[in-house]
């Protein structure tokens, strides 16, 4: 089978009798242009749908004739000594987007949200983000350093590092760029490109407060720079109020240690705060007293304000929540039920309510969230939906801890205007079209 038989972007999958037909079955390309494909497509999702729907029918070979994989031995455990996906899962994969301007090592690549079942993302699919490419760094050879207002700058080897007490906790890591190209009209076409700066991840490692005491540091000191090992001189400003609440040196990832493209082997995990401050390859952190304007503060990562103004050092990522499934670039292939789901988040807390809207905001509806609700983590919700082949538009809103809620585009703008390229987490419209395509637009 090659890759192109394959099931793609995470269609919403037809129902049994569709199958039978062995119908055209719609699909978006690799670019998430809408694109025809044939092929017999199966997944979780699909035997779902068909178990809703009841349809059993007793003219299917596929379950009338015994396959070949049940009349044959199966592959020896040694084929594979490291875990990989299905080969019928092999479209399912980060995405640098057709919108940006790329180079090789000034990049980004994006996790397939339309393809995401619950809270955490698998590793290999964590978005990634690199200033100055990706490195390999060999363990035996990696320090942190602790320095500035301290008794003694110290030096920790990954050994000793790993050999402090240790937490693991569930938290999301946003790019504060995730969302940028929805401030223009250019609409890109999926959930992918407009919320795929976004993975959720179970982060082990030591609670940063823990080495600053170990370093002596200066008690009145309100911030600290964090400076990561590779080529792109990624320095941040990081609040002292952060650093001792809930950030942490981290080296494990997902239960094992961090991916390469994710830091291996140590980055910072700063809880709620925008992706550029979690300093992947982290070599030293600085004590000190005062914000110490780097180029990714001072030049970069600032918000331009409508009044010409711009804003600095706005580092939490506020509530926000889009709808994975339907979403752009996938096509509904028949009426009848279909489970609306998606993520929401705050880098203020938890979050308390999502509602879902089939008619682009004139009326909600409260969704079912699954458990457990984290601190600083995705959430994941659901609500049931039975289109009738009507246009819908589809939204999905969310209130935090603080009792923020997410402002609707044209809210937004009103305050930012739509010159920014950060901090977009207005809500998000998906069109169902009566066709069933469903595509990217923004109301008002
Ligand atoms: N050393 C270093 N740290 C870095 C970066 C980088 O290029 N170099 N990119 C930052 C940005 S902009 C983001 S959004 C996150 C992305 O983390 P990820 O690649 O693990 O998704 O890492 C941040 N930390
Ligand atoms: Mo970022």
Redesign the pocket.
Known sequence: MSSDDLPDQGKIRPAPESFLDSDLIESISRHGVDHRRRGLLQSAFGAAVAAMSGAVVASDQDILTLPEWSRTLGKPVAANPYGQPSIYEQNIIRRQSPGLTQTDQASVAFTPLQNMFGMITPSGLHFE?HHQGWVDIDPRRHRLMINGLVEKPIVFTMEELMRMPSVSRLHFLE???NTALEWGNSAVPTVQYTHG?LSGSEWTGVPLSLLLERAGYDKGAKYLLAEGADGSSMTRTINMENALDDAIVAYGQNGEMLRPEQGYPLRLVVPGV???SWVKWLRRLEVGDMPYATKDEASHYVDLMPDGQQRQYTAIQEAKSVITAPSGGQKLQNRGYYNITGLAWSGRGTVTKVEVSVDGGRNWREARLDGPVLPKMLTRFHADWVWQGETALLQSRVHDSTGYIQPQRADLVAVRGTRSIYHNNAIQTWRVKSDGEVDNVQLG
């Open positions: 983000r790019c504060g760029a700066m925008q992706g550029v």
